[in-house]
Structures are given as structure tokens and as C-alpha cells.
């Protein structure tokens, strides 16, 4: 065979393989293979192809992202209407609902045991895919149902979408149609770092998936983290599916798309509110926000014989979930102060039923979120609180503004101690510059050094720490080995016995870990790894107190941001006051030998990056031999960086060594690299 022959048969297998990974990683969430062995797939098959541009096909699994943005959307006709849903409120809507079923299709009384295919409510943006022999011709937003906006250059950027059908025997034309959505974990994600830049957030992720979708950029939809699954068909041609909508769904998974795990067929009404209430408990665990649940009457020609009117079937209804957004009037704006001195505004809001519980206050995070929304005392506002999450206020009503509202402008002095507030250049956050002056500031560190990961103190509460700092009792952490059995058996809800086991309690914490003890100061980015990190460079306190901000650079994990803080704090003559009297009162832990870095070895000089995870050595292991190798182990990726070594589930920091052009090894090329010193 000719050597073009030879590339062209490599390419379709490395594809088929690609194909094949991509449908197990993103469809059945079930991979077969490490990330490692994937991305190498991908690189051979990059490489043939710039070797062979002439053998490039828009359904390779390497041409999902294009380089152009498109200059304006065009219109798609839906052949078929995209049909919206009714809704059911209550379980009586429902059986309503159930009746009218039952009657047009003359079935028998109650008939309960009419077969319902039960899914969840994505809450995300409808679309229709269009497959022509099995190939991704067209994607299309619902729009009014009737026609829609043409967004195929960002259909292809999500990976749940199939470029291509996989198996065999499936229509040569099919439209599928379903929702896109945003996970929550990648929303929150995503807001979190535009609030830092000081950028637009998105309200929720609803809008976040169809605002992704409506990008001129295919690059930027490729950034958002997006996924979809389908849940029904529209045009079909030249070819059979199955007569059960169940069935349909089935079979669409087995072409490769990607459906709801979490659907179900179900009997009659009880099934369906079985499964509403099962789904409901658990609407909150999801990695994706839904609104409620869909009934569908299982059977496609039962389906065809009910039809439907205007724009929604009369085969189908949405039960809807207790809303997660609400209305209701702000009465107030705060200003709340952390542990750090973060000044944090929070609407005082009209109490309001939302998510499952009455919610009367809802963060701002911050000042630039505050002026963007705009939010004033007297506004109508919406609040969300979806999940676990702090409520939050999503937007103003403009329309309901009343007369003669102003601006919140942020405080000149903090609510609290009357410190000066300020902003760091380049800071979204305002902070109280007061320290441990201000009674917030040191409430909330006395709250973190008691907390179990820290001291671990037990039975010294928030409310008792309050007290005792309102009365100007604790000041420091330090004060808090001063306190006496009798002072604290005469506060406030507090009993001889409560207050000996508290004392008990203190004592007991004075024998601690170097690595507790530094997190329990509370410095600022200094978590429990990073502690950890310190304790065990360092070995002991002493040799952190008097370290460099270099030294402090050749700690795992700290990099120059956190090297400041650190050296910032014990730069503080009251920081170092208050650790001589916390271990003058007893406190103490064992110190090690530090973990010393070698001045010397093979791989002096070089910089390291672990990430993933790998199969014959831990990330620490790892970490060790390059070390004792001389080698530096740092956190993040940057130009410095000379290898990142990369193990299983790798994610973003070997994305950046890529991007970055740094080199990468896996686990056997660093093996080879460590066998060849
Ligand atoms: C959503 N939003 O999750 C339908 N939907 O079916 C589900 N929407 C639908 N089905 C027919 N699961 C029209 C809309």
C-alpha cells in the first residue's frame, strides 16, 4: 500500500479510537482508558494530520474549536415545531393532567398503570442537532419553536455533542433535540472567577448555557464548561426507531449521545410522584440545576394520537419544583466583616419563601457586584438560592424602583471598629484595615483557631465567643488559655459542668502539631495543605519566623502571592507577641528535622509540576525523589516550569503546560527519566 494509503487508514483508526474514548469518557461517564493514553491518541492523530492537511474532515474529533468567529447568526426553520412544555404545580395538576390522558385516549378509568417515561427538568437552553449520515450537519436554538438561530460553530465545541454518530443502522437524517446546561460545579466556577476579575457574572446557569451558546467566537463556548443530554427526536428519514420514547433514548445512547442518567419509566400518577418526590430529595446532590420533572407518555403512537395544541404536546407535562428565584423588597444594605477584614455587603431583604426555606438576607459579595447590580434599599429584587448555596441577589427589578433612591456606596470606615476600609489595587474585596483591633476581625479568628481542623476546641461556640469579645475578654487567641473555670460558668448559658469541660477542653488543645498551629493563626491564603507544606519544610517554627520570602518559595504550593502573606504576618510585632504567649500558656507540638533541600543532584535547578494521579507512586513520593534529586517541586504551571509530570485524571495544569509549551512527561517517560540518572 502507498504511504498516503498507509496515513489515511491511521487516521480513521486513531479517529474510531477517539471516537470510541470520547463516547465512553462524556456519554457513559465510564472511561476505559487513562487521560494519558487518550491525549496520546490525540497527538498522533494531530500530528498525521499536519503532516496530511489534505486528509482533514470537519468530523474529526480534532476540529471542534474554529479559529473564525462567524460575523451573525442565521435563521434555522424548525421542519417540525420545537415544542415547549406545560406545567403541573401540584400533585393535583398532575392527576388533572393524567385524566385528560386517559380520556383521549379512551382508556379506563384510572388506567394506573399507563407507562410514563419520568425524566428530570434540565434547566438550560433547548437545541436541535441535525445528523445527515450520522455526521453533525446543524445545530439550532428552539427560538420561538418555529425558527431558531443557527449555532452549529458551537454545538461542536461541546464534548457530549458527537461530531459524528457511532454503531450502526441510525436514520440518514435525524434530528435530535435536547438541553444544554452548565453543571453547577463549572458555573459557580466560572462566576467566581469573573467576581474576581471584576467582570459580568452570569444570573444562573441557565443563562449561562444560553448565553455561551450565543457567542460570534466558537473559541469562547469552547472555554465555557457546557454539556448536554438529548431527550427526543424531531425529523427522522430513511430509517426505523424503536415505538416506546424509553426505547428512542436507549437507542440514541447507543449512536453515542448522550442522555439522562436519571431517567426512568414509571406507572400511572403514583410513579410519577414517586419519582418527583425520590428525584426531589435529591435535586440538590445533582451536578446539574433542574426546575422539576417531565412525564411522557411512554408509548409513540399513544403519543401521536394525543397530538398537541399551540406549542406544547398534549402527551407531556413539566412538575415543577418550589421555585429557587423569587421576588421580594430589600430593606437594608449591609456591610459584614470576615476574618480576613473582607468587607462584605448583604441585603436585609423582606422575608421570602424560596428553595424550601424564607430567606431575609442575601449576599452582594462585593463592592463591584453591589455598583453593577445596583442594588438600593427600597428595590424590588429577585433572590435565588439554589442548593447549598448562600442566597443570593440576582438582579433589580428596574421598573419598581421607587422615588428618590440612592446609590449604596461603601462604607469609608468599617461598621464595626471604625477602622479605615480599603481596596488593594487590582482587589475585588474592601477590607477592614483594623486587624485584630476590629471585634468582627477577631471574633472570626477566634472562631477559626478554636475550629476542629485548627486547635480543635471544643464547646467554645460562635455565640460564646461573641460574648467574651464584646466584653472585651479575648483579644487574641492568646487570652483564651487566661480563661478560668468560675468566669466562664458565670456567662451567659453556661454551667459549672459546660464550663470545666471547656477548660478541659482548652488544656487539652496546648498539645498540638506544628502544621494545626500554623493554620489556626489564620494567615491569610495559608490553608491546611499549605500548613502542612511549612510544617513539614521547615520542621520548626523557628526556622519559618526567620525565613526568607525566597526560602519560603521552595515550599510545595507556595508561590509568590502566599510567600508574601507570610513573611507579611510575622513581619507583625503583635502576630509574634501573640505566639510567645500562646507558647509561653503551654501550647506545643514536636518539632522535626527539616525537610532540607539538597544543594546539589542532578536535577538542580530544574522545576517540577505533579499532577494527576500516579500508578506506581504517590504524587508525595514523587515529589521526594525529585527533591532528594535536588529538583524543585512547585504548585503552578508558568513559563518557569521545566517538566510537568502528568498521572491519571490530569486536568488543568497540564492543559496550561500545553498551552504554555512546556515539556510534559507521563508517567513512564518520568520513570525513565529517574531510571536514567
Ligand atoms: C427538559 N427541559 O429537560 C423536554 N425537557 O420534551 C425534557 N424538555 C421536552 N423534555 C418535549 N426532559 C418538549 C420539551
Not at 481596596?423 to 477592614?432: I, L, N, P, S
Not at 464584646?470 to 468566669?487: F, G, K, S, V
Not at 505533579?610 to 517541586?633: C, F, H, N, P
Amino acid at each position: 500500500m502507498s504511504k498516503s494509503g498507509d496515513s489515511v487508514k491511521q487516521i480513521e483508526s486513531l479517529r474510531d479510537q477517539i471516537r470510541h474514548h470520547n463516547y465512553r469518557y462524556h456519554v457513559l461517564d465510564d472511561p476505559e482508558v487513562p487521560d494519558a493514553e487518550y491525549d496520546r491518541l490525540v497527538r498522533q492523530l494531530q500530528a498525521l494530520e499536519r503532516d496530511h492537511p489534505e486528509l482533514i474532515t470537519s468530523d474529526s474529533p480534532t476540529q471542534r474549536v474554529g479559529d473564525t468567529p462567524i460575523k451573525a447568526f442565521g435563521t434555522v426553520e424548525h421542519r417540525l415545531p420545537m415544542l415547549s412544555l406545560d406545567n403541573a404545580f401540584s400533585a393535583d395538576e398532575l392527576h388533572e393532567f393524567h385524566r385528560r390522558v386517559i380520556d383521549r385516549l379512551e382508556l379506563e378509568n384510572d388506567n394506573d398503570d399507563l407507562d410514563y417515561a419520568a425524566e428530570p427538568k434540565l434547566d438550560g437552553a433547548a437545541v436541535s442537532l441535525l445528523y445527515v449520515d450520522g455526521r453533525l450537519e446543524r445545530g439550532a436554538t428552539r427560538g420561538d419553536g418555529t425558527r431558531g438561530e443557527d449555532i452549529t460553530h458551537n454545538v461542536r465545541t461541546i464534548d457530549a455533542i458527537p461530531l459524528r454518530l457511532i454503531g450502526k443502522d441510525y436514520p440518514s437524517t435525524m434530528e435530535v433535540r435536547g438541553e444544554v446546561f452548565m453543571p453547577k460545579a463549572g458555573f459557580e466556577a466560572y462566576n467566581q472567577r469573573a467576581r474576581d476579575a471584576g467582570e459580568k457574572t452570569f444570573v444562573n446557569p441557565r443563562n449561562a448555557a444560553a448565553g455561551s451558546l450565543r457567542q460570534l467566537d466558537p473559541r469562547l463556548t469552547a472555554e465555557r464548561p457546557l454539556d448536554m443530554y438529548v431527550y427526543s427526536v424531531g425529523v427522522v428519514e430513511d430509517g426505523e426507531l424503536p415505538g416506546r420514547h424509553s426505547e428512542v433514548l436507549d437507542q440514541l445512547q447507543e449512536w453515542g449521545l448522550k442522555t439522562c442518567p436519571e431517567r426512568k419509566v414509571v406507572k400511572g400518577v403514583a410513579g410519577c410522584l414517586a419519582f418527583y418526590d425520590d428525584l426531589g430529595g435529591r435535586r440538590d446532590s445533582l451536578s446539574y440545576e433542574i426546575d422539576g420533572v417531565v412525564y411522557k407518555v411512554n408509548s409513540l403512537a399513544d403519543q401521536r394520537e394525543l397530538g398537541f395544541v399551540s406549542r406544547a404536546p398534549r402527551w407531556a407535562i413539566a412538575h415543577k419544583f418550589p421555585a429557587q428565584e423569587e421576588l421580594t423588597v430589600v430593606q437594608g444594605v449591609e456591610f459584614q466583616v470576615g476574618r480576613t477584614g473582607a468587607v462584605t455587603p448583604v441585603a436585609r431583604l423582606e422575608p421570602v419563601f424560596v428553595g424550601g426555606v424564607t430567606v431575609s438576607n442575601a449576599t452582594l459579595h462585593n463592592i463591584d457586584e453591589l455598583r453593577r447590580k445596583d442594588v438600593r434599599v427600597g428595590d424590588t429584587v429577585i433572590v435565588r438560592r439554589a442548593g447549598d448555596v448562600i442566597p443570593e441577589v440576582v438582579s433589580v427589578i428596574d421598573g419598581r424602583r421607587p422615588k428618590g433612591t440612592k446609590p449604596v456606596r461603601l462604607p469609608r470606615k468599617c461598621p464595626v471598629c471604625g477602622s479605615k476600609v480599603s481596596r488593594e489595587e487590582g482587589e475585588a474585596v474592601a477590607r477592614c484595615t483594623g486587624g485584630l483591633y476590629c471585634p468582627a476581625q477577631r471574633a472570626e479568628e477566634l472562631k477559626h483557631f478554636v475550629s476542629r481542623r485548627a486547635m480543635d476546641i471544643d464547646g467554645l461556640g460562635a455565640k460564646l465567643i461573641e460574648q467574651l469579645v464584646a466584653i472585651d475578654r479575648i483579644n487574641t487567641p492568646a487570652d483564651l488559655y487566661q480563661l478560668r473555670q468560675e468566669e466562664l460558668a458565670a456567662m451567659e448559658r453556661m454551667g459549672e459542668k459546660s464550663a470545666q469541660n471547656l477548660v478541659d477542653s482548652i488544656e487539652k488543645s496546648k498539645g498540638t502539631t506544628l502544621s494545626r498551629f500554623l493554620y489556626s493563626l489564620g494567615i491569610r491564603e495559608v490553608g491546611e495543605a499549605t500548613a502542612a507544606s511549612l510544617a513539614a519544610h521547615f520542621g520548626s517554627l523557628a526556622t519559618i519566623l526567620s525565613a526568607s520570602e525566597e526560602n519560603l518559595l521552595a515550599v510545595t504550593d507556595v508561590g509568590p502571592v502566599v510567600a508574601s502573606r507570610i513573611r507579611a504576618f510575622f513581619d507583625e510585632d503583635h502576630n509574634l507577641d501573640v505566639i510567645k504567649r500562646l507558647q509561653d500558656s503551654g501550647v506545643h507540638w514536636a518539632e522535626t528535622e527539616p525537610r532540607a533541600a539538597p544543594d546539589d543532584g542532578p536535577l538542580l535547578g530544574k522545576t517540577f509540576v505533579l499532577t494527576g494521579s500516579l500508578s506506581g507512586m504517590t504524587r508525595d513520593e514523587a515529589k521526594e525523589r525529585i527533591q532528594s534529586l535536588g529538583g524543585k517541586v512547585t504548585g503552578s504551571v508558568s513559563k518557569k516550569t521545566d517538566f510537568v509530570i502528568f498521572g491519571e485524571k490530569a486536568g488543568s495544569k497540564l492543559t496550561k503546560a500545553q498551552q504554555l509549551e512546556v515539556a510534559t512527561l507521563d508517567e513512564a517517560q518520568f520513570m525513565k527519566l529517574l531510571a536514567g540518572i
